[in-house]
């Protein structure tokens, strides 16, 4: 994917943030817009990205990982607890789409994986989240998707 759509791939995913978490939570309605932000990541990776290529197997679901660490910042209870949760299932997603990819004779984004496992093992230790530390964590995210 070229750099220009990749960037475009990290704004759709901030855009989406917006609309997790919303108050009054209801899990129908959350689990609905998830799977819809999910439909909606696939259809662009597959409009933008070149489906030849296997990196793109796993794209959508770092774009929706993406979207929820970024969700996390907005939500009044258990905010840490759940920002790390979603920080390790982006690990997750890097970590066996890099072995899915290895298998396949390609390299893993070693730098990515160790910026993900930083940033979780950093997080376990913020005892509260303020307006500062939000902001330091996403252009974080924002970093390690756009530059690694």
């Given at each position: 994917m070229t750099p220009l759509m990749n960037a475009v791939a990290c704004l759709l995913a901030l855009a989406l943030a917006q609309f997790f978490w919303r108050r009054p939570i209801r899990l129908f309605k959350e689990a609905f817009v998830i799977v819809?932000?999910?439909?909606?990541f696939g259809a662009y990776t597959f409009l933008a990205g070149d489906m030849r290529d296997p990196a793109m197997e796993s794209y959508p679901l770092r774009m929706i990982s993406l979207a929820l660490c970024v969700?996390?910042?907005a939500?009044?209870?258990k905010r840490r607890r759940f920002l790390i949760m979603a920080q390790v299932m982006w690990l997750w997603v890097e970590l066996f789409g890099g072995i899915s990819l290895y298998y396949r004779g390609f390299d893993m984004p070693w730098t990515r994986i160790i910026a993900l496992c930083v940033s979780v093992f950093g997080s376990t230790f913020l005892s509260k989240i303020?307006?500062?530390m939000e902001f330091?964590?996403?252009a974080y995210w924002i970093a390690v998707w756009v530059f690694f």
């Open positions: 819809g932000s999910l439909l909606l969700s996390t910042t939500l009044p209870n303020s307006q500062g330091a964590l996403m």
